[in-house]
């Protein structure tokens, strides 16, 4: 792919929720600031799933603060990867030319937004905020929870022929024209599941993927 580093990424990340009202408010400045600083454009598309805690309507009331926040309702939970192809197609529509994903726990650091974004925008279709890279880490976790989560990706990485060490991350950078050459529609898994076939999927497509690290928290 090009490199075009001289040009200012238009950015789309998509952020799905469920029962988040109490974090939402603080993650959407604290999006909206990283990017601030670096004078880059850049929308915010939550995917609410019907929260019970009315978190689709904050997003609603915060979109008022926030204009380039955008808000999807789906009217029930009905999987990660469901809401994240909502939110791709959302972006489509908008032409950004880079996407990302993150979570809405705060356990991705917004602050390493501008970082992931960059990788791209150096040549790298796919840039993910990797656990298992040198400088990558999960300060807080708890051994049974690193052995299980290091184990699944070392067998998903084997079995599936992947150079990902941390393939169930969900935070990462797209080149919307990369992105849109995978078949991310038609994908099978839902859950965490689905950034394991995606990076399948964007390997066997001959895409450049690249692992920034960050801490998991």
């Given at each position: 792919?090009?490199v075009?580093r001289?040009?200012?990424?238009r950015?789309?990340i998509v952020?799905?929720?469920y029962?988040?009202?109490?974090?939402?408010?603080?993650?959407?400045e604290a999006i909206?600031?990283?990017?601030?600083a670096e004078?880059?454009p850049?929308?915010?598309?939550?995917?609410?799933?019907n929260?019970?805690?009315?978190?689709?309507?904050?997003?609603?009331?915060?979109?008022q603060?926030?204009?380039r926040l955008?808000v999807?309702?789906?009217?029930?939970?009905?999987?990660l990867?469901r809401?994240?192809?909502?939110?791709?197609?959302?972006?489509?529509?908008?032409?950004f030319?880079r996407?990302?994903?993150?979570?809405?726990?705060?356990?991705?650091?917004p602050a390493?937004l501008?970082?992931?974004?960059e990788?791209?925008?150096?040549?790298?279709d796919i840039a993910i905020?990797s656990r298992y890279?040198?400088?990558?880490?999960?300060?807080?976790w708890?051994?049974?929870r690193?052995?299980?989560s290091?184990?699944?990706?070392l067998y998903?990485?084997?079995l599936?022929?992947?150079p990902v060490r941390?393939?169930?991350?969900?935070?990462?950078?797209?080149r919307?024209?990369?992105?849109?050459?995978l078949?991310?529609?038609?994908?099978?898994a839902?859950?965490?599941?689905?950034?394991?076939?995606?990076?399948?999927?964007a390997?066997q497509?001959?895409l450049?993927?690249?692992?920034i690290?960050?801490?998991?928290?």
């Amino acid at each position: 792919m090009p490199v075009d580093r001289d040009t200012p990424a238009r950015l789309s990340i998509v952020v799905p929720t469920y029962n988040e009202r109490e974090r939402l408010p603080v993650l959407v400045e604290a999006i909206f600031a990283a990017y601030a600083a670096e004078s880059l454009p850049a929308e915010l598309i939550v995917v609410d799933d019907n929260s019970p805690d009315g978190t689709g309507q904050l997003a609603d009331e915060l979109t008022q603060r926030h204009p380039r926040l955008h808000v999807l309702h789906r009217p029930k939970k009905n999987g990660l990867g469901r809401a994240y192809i909502a939110g791709f197609k959302r972006a489509f529509e908008s032409d950004f030319d880079r996407i990302m994903t993150m979570d809405a726990d705060f356990s991705h650091d917004p602050a390493d937004l501008p970082r992931l974004v960059e990788a791209v925008t150096a040549g790298a279709d796919i840039a993910i905020g990797s656990r298992y890279v040198p400088g990558g880490e999960t300060p807080d976790w708890p051994l049974p929870r690193r052995i299980i989560s290091r184990g699944g990706n070392l067998y998903a990485r084997i079995l599936l022929g992947i150079p990902v060490r941390d393939a169930t991350a969900g935070y990462r950078a797209f080149r919307a024209s990369s992105l849109q050459l995978l078949p991310y529609q038609e994908t099978q898994a839902s859950g965490y599941a689905f950034q394991v076939e995606m990076a399948w999927r964007a390997h066997q497509a001959g895409l450049e993927i690249v692992e920034i690290p960050v801490s998991f928290r």
